[in-house]
């Protein structure tokens, strides 16, 4: 295979090249050095809910190996490097009534050493990992969980703003709330079909607006700052296209996905209309009449309006939607939705079931959001490509799906107008990739998570990944040559 060829000048000069992690995934140390339990750790030490019981108390030993991280994005020359932090480790029982030093240490040095190699930082606050302290107090069902988050927000920009300017608040609310308290097969691992899922989702929506507006009112003028939620979404076409009731799903289905959140945030400051009549009619049809089961936003609160001075999407996979509304079901939230989405014959499927490659869905999704969200500012936060069974460092498969995705975004740049300002590739290494433990792996470097060592090696795809940078470096820098001197010669 020939190394990924780009459009010429496709890219802006300042696009953002990164990878991203997440500290449950990578960290280990679960209980080094002070840190609290988080409700992943209880939740991987329970047993059975894991792809062979394992837990993330070790995975890739980043909170020790941080050094050799730091080479892999060396190698690599990002630009970018998207992390989040350990609540629990900064904060052992989530609240600043005591600060865990040997944390604040601990990303201090990452940020440091970024910043000297010149990577920007992107830090996510919040990606699943709660302090069990805080779950124990009622977690995400509790409305309390605003006030909690948002002093550690102002925390964590207080100590660690006047170097980290981009921010991400939540990670993926959708898939928190959805997987942990509707399907119970992410941590806190609660099945309250139909009920909790809006509740946290709309607790999620809360604790981000009141952090963000605490950076906006506090911070922002001194560090220059962008703060976001990020976003996980399909891209879905109607199964039918000729069916009036499939194409009414494809909406729907968006919108229970990415509406739900992007809708409150960049539209109106409140649920799309399709969830609120979907909610409302199942309401009616199930004789559901206990307290309101998607929440209201209320006036005496800051309103999610506005909240996100970008729009930073995780994308991963397609779906063909058939409408399911005159299908019998209890009360649920694919009940509520009532679109369910397939995939198609002729899509790849790469490692897990869930995940057909399908690149060119990205494009249409970026065309969408410009289109339904008022043309934000565009930071792919995650997109990558799984390899399961044995290890093949010559991952030529992961390598064209590289190369289609990059070739997709520069169409959406260059042809669809789309303002895209950055890719992170998931995931700088393989990690422990939840309930699927270390068997799924999405790494631009291989760490053999089975050995005493953690030894980090690239991947094919890693080493091309690395060429598209420098390709792209070299050649804006030439441009820019170029555009001086003919500035130069203008001038005399
Ligand atoms: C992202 O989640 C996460 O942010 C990241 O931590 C994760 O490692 C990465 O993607 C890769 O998964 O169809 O029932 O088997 C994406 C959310 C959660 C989507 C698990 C697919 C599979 C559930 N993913 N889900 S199922």
Redesign the pocket.
């Given at each position: 295979m020939s190394e990924i060829k780009l459009p010429v000048g496709a890219f802006p000069p300042d696009f953002a090249w990164g990878a991203?992690t997440?500290a449950y995934?990578i960290e280990g140390g679960w209980n080094m050095d002070g840190k609290g339990p988080s409700i992943w750790d209880t939740f991987c030490h329970a047993k059975g809910k894991v792809y062979e019981d394992q837990t993330g108390d070790v995975a890739c030993n980043s909170y020790q190996l941080w050094d050799e991280d730091l080479k892999c994005i060396q190698q690599l020359g990002l630009t970018h490097y998207r992390l989040s932090f350990s609540w629990s480790r900064l904060l052992p029982d989530g609240t600043t009534n005591c600060v865990n030093p040997k944390g604040v240490m601990y990303y201090n040095k990452v940020i440091n050493d970024l910043i000297a190699n010149a990577v920007t930082p992107m830090v996510t606050l919040y990606?699943?990992d709660l302090p069990q302290a805080l779950e124990n107090h009622g977690g995400w069902k509790s409305p309390d969980i605003a006030d909690f988050f948002d002093s550690y927000a102002r925390f964590c920009f207080e100590t660690f703003g006047d170097r980290v300017k981009l921010w991400i608040t939540v990670?993926?609310p959708?898939?928190c709330a959805k997987?942990g308290y509707e399907?119970g097969?992410?941590a806190p691992g609660l099945k309250e079909p139909g009920t909790s899922v809006y509740l946290v989702g709309h607790n999620m929506l809360r604790a981000h607006a009141r952090a963000w507006h605490s950076y906006d009112a506090n911070f922002r003028h001194l560090q220059g700052g962008k703060v976001s939620i990020?976003l996980?979404s399909d891209w879905a076409v109607p199964l039918d296209p000729a069916s009036p009731k499939d194409v009414e799903a494809t909406a729907r289905y968006m919108d229970f996905i990415l509406g739900w959140f992007a809708c409150p945030v960049f539209c109106t400051g409140d649920y799309p209309e399709t969830m609120k009549s979907r909610i409302e009619a199942r309401n009616l049809e199930l004789g559901f009449s206990k307290a309101p089961r998607l929440p209201k936003f209320l006036e005496d609160e800051p309103n999610p309006l506005g909240t996100a001075d970008f729009f930073a999407l995780?994308y991963?996979?397609s779906r063909k939607v058939k409408d399911t509304s005159s299908h019998r079901s209890e009360l649920s939230f694919s009940g509520d939705q009532a679109a369910e989405g397939v995939t198609d014959q002729s899509w790849p499927v790469c490692g897990?079931?869930?995940?057909a490659v399908v690149p060119e869905g990205l494009r249409k999704l970026l065309k969408y959001i410009k289109e339904t969200y008022n043309n934000p500012a565009i930071y792919i936060t995650?997109n990558?490509f799984?390899q399961t069974g044995p290890v093949q460092l010559e991952d030529i498969d992961r390598c064209q799906f590289y190369q289609d995705t990059l070739q997709e975004i520069a169409k959406a740049l260059r042809e669809d107008g789309v303002d895209v300002r950055g890719y992170f590739a998931?995931?700088l290494l393989d990690?422990?990739?939840?309930?699927?433990g270390f068997s799924?792996r999405?790494g631009l470097f291989h760490v053999d998570c089975y050995s005493a060592e953690l030894k980090r090696s690239i991947y094919r795809s890693g080493r091309e990944y690395t060429a598209v940078i420098s390709n792209h470096l070299s050649l804006s820098l030439s441009l820019s040559h170029t555009h001086t001197e003919s500035n130069l010669n203008k001038e005399v």
């Open positions: 991203a997440a995934q990606h699943f990670n993926e959708y898939v997987f399907d097969i992410f990020a996980n995780n991963y996979t897990v079931s869930w995940l995650e990558g799984s998931w995931s990690n422990f990739e939840w309930t699927e799924v999405f």
